[in-house]
Each structure stands twice: as structure tokens, then as C-alpha cells.
């Protein structure tokens, strides 16, 4: 038995015995969708860090630098900034005015069912694009790290495994799944860094010498070309991108402003027991995300510059740099290591998504829409949960399996940070935050941006696409035309048209039942007082 495999199952069944520690002690609806609330400090920041560095993060982002260097580099800032937004608007807010979901904020003060309604829907669109992204990285790795496994059965086990922790082991199997995930993950990522800096002879002055003279054959005409890696342009910027320096824009804001917007995200923040909790788990979160981030150039550059991006592009392509820099520069045990870690990065991601899913599916459409917020029989709100999360499991294998694996993981998650930052940001911050705002506007406001984002992502050159040659674009197998839109994200345009529709909508009509209560919501969100204990 191969030592890749070994180290696969070694991970799998350790996972799986915390399932069944888990299972055992999730009984009833806290339990299962919020760990009774009894996650500490620093537990939660690990359950968070593990939650937000994805396979984008560790796949995709050194994909994006060792192929488009400083350009890729954008998207390590955009994500490590975001939290910024979380720490200082959203986490104290969140934990003292909801329950178990985002919706459960929104509908404090406004009429609960249409709200529900369309944060529901809002949540499993975003859980969906972020989860296919997951699971398409997870099949491009598994399949290459064991031979005689395909990309469709590499997404059919990591969907399987995903349902079994989030169907028996609730939420604190996910979180303990998690927190594993964000040591190894960490550990693994520092042992690389230092392996590309050993590679350099620790000098600074020769990797980044390095950089700077990165040579490859351009995929279109086979010419050789040297390009300086540390300089802007090699995607966003230059004559084939008149629209980049714009691009670049709309992909920032849509990662800033859509952190705050993740429902996995933001889930987490009711696994603690109180505001203060939360802000300290933001904090350790914000910590460990900024090294890992900074820690992502050494794997992006040190792929460009070791492995090379010719060698990337036939075997793999960019989605496997990180893996094949460990294979350079380890050997095979260390190879499969890291795949490991990707692999485990993969699957605790997508028992978040899962979970935060199904949570909002059973706890908003479910007991709060469908059966009008009144009293289920014991049990019946976790056993929808279970059933939705077999449901978006299945959905998303099959899906992953559609686009197959052209995709790269960190394009399709910038694009569900954009639908995220559109649709969900600006009904939370304008629930805290406007006396003003109603019901009105927060449907109005949520069916906007998720629209606009949705329809301008798919008049993009992401699916319309008229350049082969891009390793981002997505479906161009589905749609060989040109693009309407011509950004690769929608942010610059949507998120604004988020905030414009909540806006127009909340002046359609006023709402006194709503305006009367928001002094008692911002008592609570401040200071905790009735929380959920």
C-alpha cells in the first residue's frame, strides 16, 4: 500500500472516530448546530482559520502566483484584509442578536418569513459555489496523488465522507475536524516555506532574484519567455486586459466585503458563548490567517521558480504547484503529506459548507417559513438538517463532476465571495446599523445583489469565455461566444446594487413594527443582554 494512501486513510479514520465522539454527545437542536455553544477562544479561531483556508487558499492562490506571480498574489491581501470587516461589524452583533443562522439577525426586528425565505436561498447559492470549488480541488488532487483513481470517483469519496461527519456529527464534529485541519495545514505550509527558503540558501536576495527572472513557454505561440514575476501584469494588467486594472478592483472588494458575508463564516460565531468569545476567536483567527497568507508567496513563488510553470501545466495544472513543490523539494512521502493536508483542508471546508446549509435550510425555511416558527415535535428540525445536508452533498458531487477539473478552486471562490458580498453584507450591516430598515428592503436588497451577481457572472468571460489559453476560465466548454460583461467578477457592479436595492426598497414603504424594535436590537447586539446562551 502506497505511503499517499496510508497517510489518506490515516486522516479519514481519524476524522471518523471524532464523528462518533460527536454523534454521541449531539443531541438536540444546539447541540447540533451550534456545539451547545461551548467552544472556547482560541478553539473557534483554529474551527475558523480551518474553515476559511480552503483548498482556494491552499491550491488555488499558489496556482494563481506561480502562474500570474504578483498579480496572483492579490488574492492572499483580499482574503487576509477581509477580516478586518468580521472583527470590527460583524462578530459581536451576530453572536448577541441570532441563534444559529445569519437570517435569525435579519428577522429580530423584520417580518420573519419573507426574510427567511430568500436568506435561505442566498445561503445555499453561496454554500454551493464555494462547496463546488472544494470538491473539484479535492478530485484534481486525489487523483493525481493515487493512480487508478479518477477525478469522478476522488469527488464521489470526498462528498460521501462530507455527508457522514455533518449528518452524524453536527457541528462539533465539524469544528474538531476543523481545528485539526488548521494545525496540519499550518504545519505543513510553515515546513514548505522553509524548505523554498533552505532551496535559496535562506537569502532573500536570491529567491526574490528568482522571481524576478522566471522563465516558461507561452501556451499560445511556445515562444520562451522570461518574465520578472514581482512586477504587476502577467493577468491583470497589459494590452489583452483593458479592463484589469477595474477587475483587479472588483475582485478585491468582493473578497473584503464578502468574508463577512460567508454563511460558514459567520455560523461559527454562535458555537461560543458570548460577544467577548467571539471577538477573541476573530482575533486568533486573524492571526493564523496572516501567516498562512504570507506563507502562500514562498509556495506560489517557489513553485514558479522550482517546479517551473511548464512542468505545472502538463501535470495537474495549476491548482496542483503547491503539491508538486513538495514532491521537488521532499520527495514522495513528503509529496504525499502535503496532499494529505490539501485533502484535509478540502474536507473540513466542506463540512462547514454543509452544515451552515442545512442549519439555514431546517432552522429558517423549514420550522420558520414552511411551518411558521411554531413548536416541532423534538428532534424533527435536525432531522431536516440531515436530510438537506445528504441533499447539497449529492448536488454538489454532481456538479463538481459537471464543470469537471479546467476550474481553478480560488477563481470560483472569489466568485462566490462576490455573491456573498452582494447579496448578504448589505442587509446585515443596514439591520444594525438603519432605523429605517424594513422587511421591504431586505428582500428587495437580497434578491438584487444575489441576482445582479448571478447574471453578471454568467454574461462574464468566466463562462462566455473568448480566451482558451486562461486558466480561469471556467465552463468554456458550455458557452463559446463573447462576453457581455466584461469583468471576470461582478463585485464593482453588484455589490453596489446590493446596497442600492435594500436602499430603494427600504423607502418603498415604512415599517414601524421594525423601526420600534431596533432600539432594542442594538442594546442586545452591543452588550449581549438576552443572548443565546
Known sequence: MSTSLLMFLAFVA????ITYWAARRSRGAAAYFAANRQITGWQNGLAVAGDYMS????LGIAGLIAFNGYDGFMYSVGFL???LTVLLIVAEPLRNAGKYTMADVLAYRLSPRPVRSIASLSTLTVSTFYMIAQ??????????LLPGVGFNMAVVVVGVLMIVYVVFGGMLATTWVQIIKAILLMSGTLLLSILVLAHFGFSFANFFDAISHVTYHDPKTGAELTKNFLQPGQYYFGPTKPYGVIDLISLCMALIFGTAGLP???VRFYTVPDAKTARASVVWAMFLIGVFYIMTTFLGFGAATIVGRDFIAKNGGTNMSAPL???NLGGDIFFAFISSIAFATILAVVAGLTISASTSFAHDFWTNVIHKGTERKAG????VARVTAFVVGVISILLAILLGQSINVAFLVGLAF???ASANLPVIILSLFWKRFNTKGAVIGLATGLASSIILILLSPSIMTVDPASVTGAARHLIQRAPIFPLENPGIISIPLGFLGAFVGTLLGREPEAEAKFAELIVRANTGLGAEK
Open 264 to 266: 460558514h463564516i459567520l
Open 418 to 420: 462576490a455573491v456573498a
Open 380 to 383: 424533527e428540525e435536525v432531522r
Open 55 to 58: 483548498a482556494a487558499s491552499f
Open 14 to 17: 481519524v476524522t471518523l472516530v
Open 135 to 144: 470538491m473539484v480541488g479535492a478530485g484534481a488532487l486525489v487523483s493525481l
Open 325 to 327: 513543490l513538495a514532491q
Open 81 to 83: 484584509v477581509a477580516y
